[in-house]
């Protein structure tokens, strides 16, 4: 489809693509304001064959002969009896079908570029990209759930102190947003004899400054000033003083970080704000359709030189506004205003502290060092704040953080410090209190741990791994329960394991299983099992029995069944109580002494005593006889006495006479 070129107005879909050509449109009119949504209206007769193609919230694209307009969106209808009228909005307004959906912040570090792109990324429908933006500030912008896109991105230029223009590029789909500082060359012209129809003048005085104290980075006395660069060491700055009177005004920008910059910025803002606010209104002849010259085309934001000879008029102004009533029917007329201050330029001090930036909050660079390491004292207590540093200093750092990470705080006593660039951490703190129903630490590794007086009213460790644990002292409480264990859950336990504790008021201990075990039951020890090893010692039962014994065993391996007793040592109890240089076997009771075989009773080195207090028995068993084969009696008389012996049962007497 090609469009006529006497068709004024194209409509498009939702979608940008072309449904129709308004050739007999007519009452065309639209409105463009600086960094504002401009408006347009156009009719249509009600026997127009397209009508039904112009519906809400398709677009119309407008056109003033071969030059293009703008593009708008169709967002009323108002029917009359032979024609339909069509009010649109500036397709900018679409940033308004979207909104934040959570609070919202952007800006700061990452500059203006990155503000408006973040703004334009929560399109549910991508229309509009970022081109070009002249601008890279540092204010953190914060926006709560339900702030329309629009208004988000008109907030990001408003705390500016200099001059901005949002212009756009509709012609191309998806569309283009631009952000651009004022032109600074004229390209328009305006003279009451040539194309100026009517022009009237407003003066406003309302916001006149001929004296400016300029205030930089900083805070208190160390906030950067101009009295060493200011010509005469003065704090301040005037113009039109003569003209206007003394009207003062504290200009603060924390984005100036020396007092040449300072100075100079201050300089060229005075030279504005010392000059009423010009405000033209302008009926022109719009010649460019007849002169096709630039200096005849008149656009948003451009700066139009205007002369009036008669009102002495020769400034250069911008086009704050610019209205057609009549594209169609009167199309050579055009009201402007122009302005040589625009509202951009309005930074009262009510509307300083907006959308969350730091322009009117006395902040500074924190003095000395660089990010990561803890400053030096700065000449007075403060906050002090930058794009790097946050820290409270009152003869001290109280508190400090900074881009790095680095964390600290301190009262000059106990103190936290965060270290990320050197992986430290030092705390030092009266008490300690962490509270957290999981995780408070995940896995950690300590390397060398010197604790030098550490109290734990409750430790549960059950993952020591460690091989060691070296103490000079482990104290158990006298408490039933507390013990050292593994395996064992108490001194009955029979599992295998050990228990070393307290309980029913005494210190146990065992060690073993149900079969075999050692316990000290407090007043007894019990060993149930084989004992092997040897006795490198002696083993003194004085006052107590050995009982019973299955075997008991003496000698070497070589004679597992000898009793040894040599001199000085003995074996059971001496019935005179005299023990030394003597050895006993005392038997009480009726005890035998028997073997199995053979049984050889000898005195080597000297007489073998048999004494009975009464009869002297020897019984040989079954039908062997005794036999005495020589009595030997040399050495003295042998006391008077007898020996009872039985032979085969029947009893017989040995008698011994003097």
């Not at 129709?20 to 949504?37: D, K």
């Not at 071969?66 to 593009?71: C, G, M, P």
């Not at 930058?386 to 009262?411: E, F, I, N, V």
């Not at 050292?484 to 599992?495: A, R």
């Amino acid at each position: 489809m090609t469009a006529p070129v006497t068709a004024p107005v194209i409509i498009y879909d939702a979608a940008m693509n072309k449904a129709a050509y308004l050739p007999r449109a007519f009452g065309i009119s639209y409105t463009l304001r600086a960094n504002e949504v401009g408006t347009a209206s156009f009719s249509v007769p009600l026997d127009d064959e397209h009508l039904s193609e112009i519906t809400a919230q398709r677009f119309a694209e407008l056109w003033n002969g071969d030059t293009r307009i703008e593009l708008f969106r169709i967002i009323k209808e108002t029917k009359g009896h032979d024609y339909v009228r069509f009010d649109c909005e500036h397709a900018l307004a679409t940033l308004n079908d979207d909104e934040f959906a959570a609070t919202t912040y952007a800006g700061a570090v990452a500059g203006t570029s990155a503000a408006l792109t973040a703004i334009l990324a929560s399109q549910a429908v991508a229309r509009w990209t970022l081109g070009t933006c002249d601008f890279s500030e540092d204010f953190l912008y914060e926006w709560a759930r339900g702030t329309k896109l629009l208004r988000a991105v008109l907030d990001v230029p408003g705390r500016f102190q200099a001059g901005y223009f949002f212009t756009f590029s509709t012609a191309t789909y998806p569309w283009t947003l631009n952000l651009i500082a004022p032109p600074s060359t004229p390209t328009a012209y305006i003279d009451y004899g040539r194309n100026a129809k009517e022009l009237a003048r407003e003066a406003d005085y309302s916001d006149l400054v001929t004296k400016l104290y300029p205030h930089g980075a900083g805070s208190g006395v160390d906030q950067i000033g101009i009295t060493t660069v200011e010509p005469g060491g003065l704090a301040y700055i005037t113009c039109n003083v003569a003209t206007y009177g003394t009207l003062t005004r504290h200009w603060t920008d924390q984005r100036y970080t020396t007092e040449a910059q300072l100075y100079a910025a201050a300089v060229d803002l005075l030279v504005t704000l010392a000059e009423p606010k010009m405000t033209y209104t302008i009926s022109a002849a719009d010649l460019v359709r007849i002169t096709n010259e630039s200096i005849d085309t008149f656009t948003i934001g451009a700066l139009v030189t205007v002369t009036d000879s008669i009102l002495g008029i020769d400034v250069s102004v911008r086009v704050m506004s610019l209205t057609k009533s009549d594209v169609t029917g009167a199309p050579g007329d055009v009201t402007l205003e122009l302005a040589n201050k625009g509202e951009e330029f309005d930074f009262s001090a009510a509307e300083q502290v907006n959308v969350n930036d730091l322009s009117n909050i006395d902040v500074s660079n924190i003095p000395g060092g660089t990010p990561g390491a803890l400053p030096g004292a700065p000449s007075g207590a403060g906050l002090y704040v930058s794009t790097d540093y946050l820290g409270y200093y009152d003869s001290g750092w109280k508190t400090y953080m900074d881009s790095t990470g680095r964390l600290y705080a301190s009262d000059g006593t106990y103190w936290f410090d965060f270290n990320p660039v050197l992986g430290t951490l030092s705390i030092k703190v009266s008490a300690l209190d962490i509270s957290a129903t999981t995780g408070i630490v995940d896995t950690l590794q300590i390397v060398d741990l010197a604790v030098t007086s550490g109290k734990i009213a409750s430790l549960s460790a059950d993952k020591i791994t460690a091989g060691t644990i070296d103490a000079q002292t482990i104290t158990l409480a006298e408490t039933t329960g507390s013990a050292i264990c593994q395996g064992k859950t108490g001194p009955s336990d029979t599992d295998p394991g050990f228990w070393l504790g307290y309980a029913a008021g005494a210190s146990m201990f065992t060690i073993g299983d149900a079969t075999n075990y050692m316990k000290w039951t407090g007043t007894q020890l019990i060993v149930v099992g084989d004992i092997t090893g040897t006795i490198a010692a002696d083993l003194n039962m004085s006052g107590h029995a050995l009982y019973n014994c299955t075997d008991f065993r003496g000698g070497t391996d070589a004679y597992p069944h000898c009793l040894n007793i040599d001199n000085d040592e003995w074996l059971g109890y001496s019935t005179d109580g005299t023990v030394a240089n003597s050895s006993y076997l005392l038997l009480t009771e009726n005890v035998s002494l028997k073997g199995y075989t053979d049984v050889t009773v000898e005195a080597q080195r000297g007489d073998l005593y048999l004494y009975a207090y009464d009869d002297l028995y020897f019984d040989i068993g079954g039908s062997s006889p005794m036999q005495v084969t020589a009595w030997v009696t040399t050495g003295g008389a042998l006391g008077a006495g007898e020996i009872t012996v039985v032979i085969g049962g029947a009893t017989r007497k040995i008698t011994f006479t003097t």
